[in-house]
């Protein structure tokens, strides 16, 4: 590996103050990336960060959105992360749970958001005209299917960061 140039340390300190600032502590997925490309660890929180206070969805169904791309990508850490997160954001336990194992909330809305997720992932976003009109039923317009897809791609990158590396979950997602 390259010895890190002085601007490549200087962003990884910026990139760990921003997760301290956002999270209260520098979780071990951060610290992976960060250590070994911080524009990838900045991109990542950022990117998350915009959707998290800009998006159409709640902060309980970005969660929901988040825990059914983890779990489609049977990602250990993030499915422990956002059951935390998700509980914290509103979801009750029985609903992580339920979507961690692969099924769907009892909630109309949740139900909805999980099912267009993972028919988003399955397809890879070749949504036909019927899948459309079904989630426009359900109230899942572009705005929010959109959202989704972004939220795809930002979890797949935690995801597989995860995968790659093994990330060891950190004590407080440990529940």
Not at 123 to 138: I, P, Q
Not at 148 to 158: D, R
Request: net charge negative; charged share 25%; glycine share 6%.
């Amino acid at each position: 590996m390259a010895t890190p140039t002085a601007t490549q340390t200087d962003h990884a300190q910026q990139v760990h103050e921003k997760a301290e600032q956002a999270l209260g502590f520098v979780p071990n997925l951060i610290t992976e990336i960060t250590d070994e490309n911080p524009a990838v660890a900045d991109a990542y929180l950022t990117s998350q960060g915009i959707v998290e206070e800009g998006g159409v969805l709640s902060a309980a169904e970005q969660q929901a959105v988040i825990l059914a791309v983890s779990s489609y990508n049977d990602c250990h850490y993030c499915t422990k992360a956002h059951a935390v997160a998700g509980q914290q954001a509103g979801l009750d336990a029985e609903t992580v749970e339920t979507i961690n194992e692969g099924g769907l909330p009892s909630d109309d809305r949740l139900k909805s958001l999980v099912r267009a997720t993972r028919r988003i992932l399955g397809k890879r976003g070749w949504l036909s005209d019927v899948d459309e009109a079904e989630f426009a039923d359900l109230g899942l317009e572009r705005p929010e299917l959109y959202e989704i897809v972004a939220l795809a791609g930002i979890k797949t990158i935690s995801n597989y960061v995860n995968h790659i590396a093994d990330t060891e979950i950190d004590e407080p997602f440990q529940t």
